[in-house]
């Protein structure tokens, strides 16, 4: 069974850098495109951005682009999200999720989750 543990979540400063990790074990992760989610209380689940097996990465929206940093090591069977100049809106619970298709938007399209990391900015 795939499993996925986010970890590197914390309280930080509007401003600061955080780097969230996603180790994933029990399937063969080189074989899987990754997409990292977020969700802030009161929404929806928001799609950060993902990156395929061949290391090619898609991010959401402008408010994230050249922000946010997605990269996996296949070696660690590990995903990163690396997070730089947060905002008080960055704040939520972010979920890394394994796909065997491309990169989707939507939630549906994966077929693991992990529990997710709580990111909290302060302003």
């Known amino acids: 069974q795939v499993q996925l543990v986010e970890s590197g979540g914390g309280l930080v400063q509007a401003g600061d850098s955080l780097t969230l990790s996603c180790a994933a074990s029990k399937f063969t992760f080189s074989l899987y495109a990754m997409g990292w989610f977020r969700q802030a209380p009161g929404k929806e689940r928001e799609f950060v951005g993902g990156?395929?097996?061949?290391?090619?990465?898609?991010y959401s929206t402008d408010s994230v682009k050249g922000r946010f940093t997605i990269s996996r090591d296949n070696a660690k069977n590990t995903v990163y999200l690396q997070m730089n100049n947060l905002k008080s809106e960055d704040t939520a619970v972010y979920y890394c999720?394994?796909?065997?298709?491309?990169?989707?938007?939507?939630?549906?399209?994966?077929?693991?989750w992990g529990q997710g990391t709580q990111v909290t900015v302060s302003s």
């Open positions: 990156i395929r097996r061949n290391g090619d990465t898609t």
């Open positions: 999720a394994a796909t065997t298709l491309t990169i989707s938007r939507n939630w549906n399209a994966y077929s693991a």
